[in-house]
């Protein structure tokens, strides 16, 4: 096999042009070209090109059209080139593994088609990444070198105005002077330093997206398949922004001269801050941050007390598992049959009822934004949605089970899943039927939910945490929005019947609470947006279960052996 390398000579008769040769004869010019082997050719050469080697299917095609041809891998168990693609296995086969036993009753698809499928995924990939993520990162490196740069002009304007009052001092403050000085510059050195080291980690992040760009670019512009089928992105790890370094400036308080007060007089500093803001940096053409957390909403107290404002008999036969609020006025619930039914609250009335379409008994419900029902069917493994009272199913889980579902402020949908076989719990974000993100372990590879066929249920901070009542750990589990585990709630004690924690139903309010059901205590524990326990609500509940909040911040409550839902005024 003669060299690939392209053969290039100067050709007298084209005025000092250079000229692509044939790489077996060296003389004539190139004209054509193996797409198989990557080799040029003259057309005279072509015939000793293909005798060659002739275990090899040579693709010959014009020089200007050189690699058009697809080259498919080769099969790894025999001397042929892979045409179709194994579902089951997830390989590229060729003609003799589709024959063989190792495949039987397997589903295969054309090799061209998988190609497709893959490079439309890397294509949009590669769009993201070129137009998204790496423009965001560019501006956000913008962003914190502005503020350093302002940093330094508002601490020497500091120090400038320190350095003025100064002035007016006699001799023995000057020391006093170069002391609040000098605590001007430790804190300018330390805000300044925690910038560079989060400028560094950007840099580092916007060197590795460049890397991965360039991995997908050299894998587009390839003709070799096994370049395209090896090129792997984990685009969720650049989607999740970091945190936004939040600087604040002291500030410098001058005093009157008052002779031996001047330590006191002269002025102090006030205490500067470092923070992260995890909602600092937003993508660029991404939707924007919901409007749960634009603004913060009337800070209302909790009662001493809590107030029974009605009690609804839902008819029922056995149990009562769930309510969710479609309005201020309108409750959904859900118990130990295949009926879904809404509720009048001022009326106490049955408005209407739909049947789930397996005639199971819903595991959870749920109101979307838009008004609609959502309702999970473990035993289908589906999440279905109800409109114009036609069910339409939304997403189907193959190994996994669901048990709880809410919708987020921005429309999409969190589920609380567990594996077929018990062993394996997670939360999944979805946008309709895509997942978009999946959260399961902590920063150690530890899993954030429990085992087994436990109780779990799911729902959405205003601040955008996600909190899972997993009866399984006894505990509440709070991540942040990228999936960080925040806390673990265990319970408070003591407790009204001194039993342990036992959560069920969640849900929040416009403070922020989590609010969690506690069956063996007949209580709804209330705790602040960081675990911190706030309150009991034991008003008379018997057996609480399913939790849901209103527009105007009341609770109500599905009590799982009355089959009775108590709306509750809590809030001031």
């Known amino acids: 096999m003669p060299d690939r390398s392209t053969n290039i000579i100067l050709d007298p008769r084209t005025s000092a042009q250079d000229v692509m040769r044939c790489d077996l004869c060296e003389t004539a010019v190139v004209q054509m070209h193996c797409d198989t082997c990557l080799v040029n050719l003259c057309k005279a050469c072509v015939g000793e090109h293909m005798i060659s080697d002739e275990s090899n299917r040579h693709e010959i095609v014009p020089f200007k059209i050189r690699k058009s041809t697809p080259q498919y891998p080769g099969c790894t168990s025999h001397r042929e080139r892979c045409e179709m693609y194994c579902k089951q296995c997830d390989i590229p086969v060729c003609i003799s593994c589709i024959a063989s036993d190792q495949h039987k009753r397997h589903k295969f698809l054309k090799i061209l088609q998988v190609l497709d499928e893959r490079k439309d995924k890397i294509m949009k990939d590669l769009t993201e990444l070129n137009e998204i993520i790496y423009p965001t990162y560019q501006d956000i490196v913008s962003d914190v070198q502005n503020r350093m740069s302002q940093l330094e002009k508002e601490y020497g304007d500091l120090s400038t105005a320190i350095t003025k009052h100064g002035e007016d001092w006699h001799r023995e403050i000057d020391k006093l002077v170069k002391k609040l000085k000098t605590e001007v510059d430790e804190m300018k050195n330390t805000q300044v330093k925690t910038l560079q080291k989060h400028l560094d980690e950007i840099n580092k992040k916007i060197s590795n997206i460049k890397d991965e760009i360039n991995s997908f670019d050299v894998a587009m512009d390839s003709n070799d398949m096994s370049k395209q089928f090896s090129v792997t992105s984990d685009i969720n790890k650049h989607r999740n922004l970091p945190e936004k370094i939040v600087t604040s400036l002291p500030k410098f308080t001058p005093g009157r ?178 997942e978009k993100q999946t959260i399961q372990f ?18 959405e901070n205003r601040n955008l945490d996600i909190c899972v009542s997993d009866d399984g750990a006894k505990a509440v589990v709070v991540v942040n929005q990228a999936g960080k585990l925040r806390f673990r709630y265990t319970g408070h004690t003591p407790a009204p019947k001194n039993e342990p924690f036992s959560p069920r139903g969640i849900t929040t309010d416009s403070q922020s609470h989590i609010l969690t059901a506690d069956r063996n205590n007949d209580c709804v524990h209330i705790i602040d947006q960081d675990g911190q326990f706030l309150h009991y609500i034991d008003c008379g509940l018997i057996d609480p279960y399913g939790l849901c909040t209103d527009t105007n911040d009341n609770l109500f409550v599905a009590q799982y052996g009355n089959k009775q839902v108590m709306k509750i005024k809590y809030l001031k």
């Open 257 to 434: 001269i008052k002779g031996e007060e001047l330590w006191k007089l002269f002025g102090a500093l006030s205490p500067n801050s470092l923070t992260s803001d995890k909602h600092g940096y937003s993508m660029k053409m991404m939707q924007k941050l919901p409007e749960a957390g634009s603004s913060p909403p009337p800070v209302k107290q909790l009662l001493e007390e809590s107030e029974i404002v009605t009690i609804i008999n839902t008819g029922y036969s056995k149990y009562l598992y769930n309510v969710a609020c479609i309005t201020d006025e309108e409750i959904w619930i859900s118990g130990n049959d295949g009926t879904m039914k809404l509720y009048s609250i001022n009326q106490g009335s049955l408005l209407n009822s739909i049947r789930t379409k397996s005639r199971n008994p819903p595991c959870d419900i749920a109101v979307t934004k838009s008004g609609e029902l959502v309702y999970i069917d473990f035993k289908d493994r589906t999440v279905n949605i109800v409109k114009n009272e036609k069910m339409e199913e939304v997403i189907r889980l193959q190994n996994w089970r669901p048990s709880g579902v809410c919708s987020t402020s921005s429309g999409d949908l969190l589920v609380i899943m567990n594996s077929d076989d018990y062993k394996q719990s997670k939360a999944v974000c979805y946008s309709g039927s895509t």
């Open 442 to 459: 902590d920063v150690k590879g530890k899993a954030l939910y429990s085992s087994g066929s436990n109780y779990r249920n799911i729902t």
